[in-house]
Nanobody
Framework: QVQLVESGGGSVQPGGSLRLSCAASGGIFRIYNMGWFRQAPGKERELVATVTWSGGITNYADSVKGRFTISRDNAKNTVYLQMNRLEPEDTAVYYC????????WGKGTLVTVSL
């Protein structure tokens, strides 16, 4: 059983930056592919970015390419999402996901981008 805890959310003005973290425990972190997803009010959950177990391959939603960067530190059992040039449309609850056969989700962290 893997437990995922997100942190780093908050309120920021457009153009600002935030760094989200997702700390994993209870499993062998390095074997899991990891992803960040988000869900805005009234919308379905959508993929933001993913990274393979080794960190060698990343994938991004078109809406965040060039602004967000996903990375992982297997020694710290943590995956990160660096978010730059934030826009009001990035406002959402951000969820961390671990998957490789089994799938685990964190409870989310809220990001609000507004003036």
């Amino acid at each position: 059983q893997v437990q995922l805890v997100e942190s780093g959310g908050g309120s920021v003005q457009p153009g600002g930056s935030l760094r989200l973290s997702c700390a994993a425990s209870g499993g062998i972190f390095r074997i899991y592919n990891m992803g960040w997803f988000r869900q805005a009010p009234g919308k379905e959950r959508e993929l933001v970015a993913t990274v393979t177990w080794s960190g060698g391959i990343t994938n991004y939603a078109d809406s965040v390419k060039g602004r967000f960067t996903i990375s992982r530190d297997n020694a710290k059992n943590t995956v990160y999402l660096q978010m730059n040039r934030l826009e009001p449309e990035d406002t959402a609850v951000y969820y961390c996901k671990a998957y490789t056969g089994m799938v685990y989700w964190g409870k989310g962290t809220l990001v609000t981008v507004s003036l």
